[in-house]
């Protein structure tokens, strides 16, 4: 029993050692593999789309989609199975976007159609960056990812502001112009100040009047000055982010670098951090 108990214990740690791991040559070759499943995969989707396609080899490509599904159900199973801290792996990042890869196909068997959303897998070959070691493109992202968080409040509050502004436009519009001019409702004319204000411009719906074409001039004069704030929002967190960090832990395992330096465990993987 203590050798079978020694040997699932060995097993275990290999596994890891492959999935987890990025020095081993098995563990490149693994992620590798699994980088041409998910393009493989996310291509059978698309050619599923094809009508042509669809028709000549529907039931290959079916077959295909579960195929690769099953693949990577595996994967994410060992993945939670053998990662040293199965609930941190589980919330992180890849933890989600690993779930996320095989969920869609399970959810078309209730949600017709669903496996579109298989594209998602896309997102797992950010794992390029760590098998290639290209720790650049990781510090880069890192960098985008803090400047996002720190914006957030920022970008959330520009965002009720236009949602404000471009209701009163809206509003005002529907006024102006009225239903016989094709501003039937506000949820319209809402739509009509957002193209507007966006300098998109489709021409579905225009004002008539000479006030709602002084009013639509108004609202592109807007929308040119406003396009400006999101840019400055997020130019000065570059430049905070960009600042050299002092203390910062590095963790062996994953290489996340954007720790606090009194912090003992890695936030991303679980892995205790080496001071």
Not at 66 to 75: A, G, K, S
Not at 109 to 116: I, Q, S, Y
Request: proline share 4%.
């Amino acid at each position: 029993m203590v050798e079978v108990s020694e040997w699932l214990s060995t097993l275990r740690h290999r596994i890891q050692y492959t999935l987890f791991g990025d020095e081993s040559p098995y563990a490149r070759l693994v992620d590798i593999t699994v980088i041409v499943a998910i393009l493989a995969s996310v291509l059978v989707v698309m050619l599923e789309s094809i009508p042509r396609y669809n028709a000549a080899f529907g039931r290959q490509l079916h077959i295909a989609e579960w195929v690769f599904t099953i693949i990577f159900t595996v994967e994410y199973l060992f993945r939670l199975l053998c990662a040293k801290r199965p609930k941190v792996y589980a919330r992180s990042f890849y933890g989600i976007v690993d779930l996320m890869a095989v969920v869609p196909t399970y959810i078309s068997f209730f949600l017709p159609g669903a496996e579109t959303l298989l594209v998602i897998r896309l997102l797992r070959l950010l794992r390029v960056f760590r098998i290639l070691k290209l720790v650049a493109f990781l510090d880069a992202g890192n960098v985008l990812i803090d400047v996002l968080k720190q914006s957030a409040r920022s970008i959330a509050i520009f965002l009720t502001a236009v949602f404000v502004l471009v209701t009163i436009l809206g509003s005002l519009i529907y006024l102006v112009e009225g239903a016989e001019n094709g501003y039937d409702t506000i949820p319209r004319s809402i739509y009509w100040a957002v193209v507007t204000l966006t300098t998109v411009g489709y021409g579905d719906i225009s004002p008539q009047t000479p006030l709602g074409q002084a009013l639509a001039a108004v609202v592109m004069v807007i929308g040119y000055s406003i396009i400006a704030v999101p840019a400055g929002i997020v130019s000065l967190g570059f430049s905070r982010a960009i600042r050299p960090r002092k203390g910062g832990k590095v963790c062996t395992w994953c290489h996340e670098k954007r720790h606090d330096p009194k912090a003992q465990f890695c936030h991303n993987c679980g892995t205790k951090l080496i001071t």
